[in-house]
């Protein structure tokens, strides 16, 4: 009974952590299965995000501008990423596996600035008792408007609406069109290069996002915070497609997907975790989650759908 208990108090949290990673999840979305690039940049821009907002927190920024520049760096560091991957003809997993690797040695300092007694600095806590934060999984159970929940579901339903307005414009439909077909883009007089830099732009600014959101909401923002971020970003879409591909059709809906596909693997993280896991085998748990999703669509077309006979012509 006390472990059903302890459950039940954990879901809000679990929820609260499902619709910031949401956010990333709908990051990723943009770069896999719209723009078709793997990009690995998100492990490391989700950590400048919260490093830059818990920064500017701990300066006495509004909170809302601390996010606002959480969002502008993560957009610095898909930009950096689209470069190498489009000017200097670097694939785009390593572009990527670059950025990442700089935005290391980046975050460290950032999260320095202003310690006189130090040139780097793996944490940066923040606290919602001595500054101003946005959210806090402190009140994530309190049924008040400071449940960071209530803001959660706005600022994500303000995200996919802001995306479905984007992708119907001309810069949105070249983006899409240059995942779909790059020479195809091209032929119709698409600078695909420019619509990759723009979609890599858009992807981690959204992963800055929720990198600034989680450090207001855990109060801290670390060096190691978006480690794994690709893993889990994929698990969310993996799972959302599989689960409601056939329902969700409209291209909001299914970037609603990757919200819901994020708060089912935290749902589930949270009760794997309540019945006995190891805290350490999270990654094999997340891997194993992963490859399940991801094989379940060849699965089902391979042994679930009956093969289609092709009728012989008609004799005259």
């Not at 723009?35 to 998100?42: I, S, Y």
């Not at 290391?104 to 606290?127: H, Q, W």
């Not at 609406?161 to 001309?170: I, M, R």
């Not at 409601?244 to 409209?250: A, E, G, M, P, T």
Request: net charge positive.
């Amino acid at each position: 009974m006390n472990v059903l208990v302890s459950l039940f108090n954990s879901l809000p949290g679990a929820a609260g952590q499902g619709l910031i990673w949401g956010i990333m999840a709908i990051g990723v979305y943009i770069t896999y299965k719209i723009l078709d690039v793997a990009d690995l940049t998100v492990d490391g821009s989700l950590a400048t995000g919260g490093a830059v907002a818990a920064l500017c927190v701990s300066m006495g920024w509004n909170p809302w501008l601390a996010v606002l520049a959480a969002v502008l760096a993560g957009m610095l560091a898909g930009l950096a990423t689209g470069v190498l991957h489009t000017a200097c003809g670097i694939p785009a997993i390593l572009a990527g596996i670059l950025t990442q690797l700089a935005l290391y040695s980046i975050n460290l300092r950032i999260m320095a600035i202003g310690d006189e007694n130090a040139t780097t600095k793996a944490t940066l806590a923040v606290s919602v008792d001595k500054n101003d934060l946005l959210l806090s999984s402190r009140y994530v159970r309190e049924p008040a408007l400071n449940n960071p929940l209530l803001l959660l579901v706005l600022l994500t339903a303000a995200v996919i609406a802001l995306l479905y307005w984007f992708f119907g414009t001309e810069q949105g439909s070249a983006l899409r069109a240059t995942g779909a077909n790059q020479s195809m883009a091209r032929a119709q007089g698409i600078n695909t290069n420019t619509a990759k830099v723009l979609g890599l732009v858009v992807s981690n600014g959204l992963v800055a996002l929720a990198g600034g959101l989680l450090a207001q909401y855990q109060g801290s923002a670390t060096i190691d915070m978006g480690r794994g971020a690709i893993v889990i970003g994929l698990a969310a879409v993996i799972i959302g497609e599989v689960l409601l591909d056939k329902v969700f059709r409209n291209f909001a809906l299914k970037l609603l997907s990757a919200v819901i596909g994020a708060i089912i693997y935290y749902v589930v993280i949270t009760v794997v975790l309540r019945l006995g896991l190891e805290s350490t085998d999270l990654k094999l748990l997340t891997a194993l989650v992963v490859a399940v999703f991801l094989a379940v669509p060849y699965w089902k077309g391979r042994y679930f759908t009956k093969p289609v006979r092709k009728e012989g012509a008609p004799h005259a």
